[in-house]
């Protein structure tokens, strides 16, 4: 009987037809892969330093220690803007907030090899490289809550598991386009160009979701609203209330997934970050590309066949805590 109640209710919200509150197939379609070129550009921009940290630490006579605090100065930034990106999304669009921080971490990518040869004082050169490595993680760390605050406004719940976990599995491919066509770039042109190439991408998506996606969105917009027909379906959204965060604290399910994100985070960043030079000091004659591609080959068609189960479960009649807590054990 509650099967079927929610079924109900889900077959409602699927038939909610207040024009501009949902994309359209053709818009999920163009957005969907926007933002999943989206998430492989940032990935690809993220990997740039960890697949080049050794022939740039040979160039300019970095140490262990220097190379470490490169690596990890990105994340003193990425952890600073998580909420604050959620936050701005909600109240003044996820799109403008992607626009800003893609033209940050694109320009800082693309400036990396600038900024490390800036000064011959190798204190001063690496100061320089640390707070540009800050800023990155600054500007990337609003990406995926913008990404979030999209997918939930233009995305109705039964179908938003599978088209999210398509948008992110982007990341992956971002790290194995780094890893193959960036291995080659730094084997035949050097560290710089792996970086130059990336930043340029990254410049080029910019271009393409300010003048073309969202320019297209806000025409629509305000076709919409000069009919009065959007006003309803965003009111009901911005005035939903204050977030209960003190309630959220005093709930055991909340520092749950605080804790299994920690530890999925951890460990993956770890990989992420140190694998190249892992495996550069262990195995110095193996190719480049075997261990910057081979390890993240799996992850996009895994993660795209996560958010499809996912809504398939929430179809049949399973709740959502269910289907979440389902996919965190499996």
């Given at each position: 009987m509650s099967v079927s109640s929610e079924d109900k209710k889900l077959r409602l919200d699927k038939d909610d037809s207040t024009p501009g509150k949902y994309w359209g197939r053709d818009e999920k379609r163009l957005w969907g892969a926007s933002l999943f070129i989206s998430c492989a550009s940032l990935?690809?921009?993220?990997?740039?330093?960890?697949?080049?940290?050794?022939?740039?630490?040979?160039?300019?006579?970095?140490?262990?220690?220097?190379?470490?605090t490169v690596l990890s100065a990105f994340f003193w930034g990425y952890c600073m803007t998580q909420?604050?990106?959620?936050?701005?999304?909600?109240?003044?669009?996820?799109d403008i907030v992607l626009i800003v921080s893609?033209?940050?971490?694109?320009?800082?990518?693309?400036?990396?090899p600038f900024i490390i040869k800036l000064s011959s004082d190798q204190h001063t050169a690496m100061v320089l490289v640390v707070i540009s490595r800050v800023l990155l993680g600054c500007f990337q760390g609003v990406h995926f809550p913008s990404v979030t605050s999209i997918v939930c406004r233009k995305v109705n719940d039964q179908e938003r598991?599978?088209?999210?976990?398509f948008i992110t599995s982007g990341s992956q491919l971002g790290i194995l386009i780094c890893g193959s066509v960036g291995s080659?770039?730094?084997?035949?042109?050097?560290?710089?160009?792996?970086?130059?190439?990336?930043?340029?991408?990254?410049?080029?998506?910019?271009?393409?979701?300010?003048?073309?996606?969202?320019?297209?969105?806000?025409?629509?917009?305000?076709?919409?609203?000069?009919?009065?027909?959007?006003?309803?379906?965003e009111k009901s959204h911005t005035d939903?209330?204050?977030?209960?965060?003190?309630?959220?604290?005093?709930?055991?399910?909340f520092w749950a997934i605080i804790v299994a994100h920690f530890c999925h985070t951890n460990a993956f960043f770890i990989l992420f970050s140190w694998l190249p030079t892992y495996f550069h000091d262990n195995f110095p004659d193996a190719k480049g590309w075997v261990f910057n591609v081979v390890p993240w080959i799996v992850?996009?068609?895994?993660?795209?066949?996560?958010?499809?189960?996912?809504?398939?479960?929430?179809?049949?009649?399973?709740?959502?805590?269910?289907?979440?807590?389902?996919?965190?054990?499996?």
């Open positions: 990935y690809t921009t993220r990997s740039v330093m960890p697949m080049s940290i050794v022939s740039v630490a040979k160039d300019v006579h970095w140490d262990k220690v220097q190379k470490g909420v604050l990106g959620g936050y701005l999304s909600d109240r003044i669009g996820g893609a033209t940050g971490w694109a320009l800082i990518t693309f400036w990396t598991s599978l088209i999210y976990s080659i770039l730094l084997e035949r042109f050097g560290w710089s160009s792996v970086f130059y190439v990336s930043g340029c991408a990254g410049i080029c998506w910019v271009f393409f979701l300010k003048y073309y996606l969202v320019a297209q969105q806000r025409k629509k917009q305000i076709v919409l609203s000069m009919k009065d027909n959007i006003v309803a379906g939903s209330g204050a977030v209960p965060w003190l309630l959220f604290f005093r709930k055991p399910p992850t996009i068609p895994s993660a795209i066949l996560g958010g499809h189960l996912a809504d398939l479960l929430i179809r049949k009649g399973y709740s959502v805590t269910f289907t979440r807590k389902f996919l965190e054990v499996l």
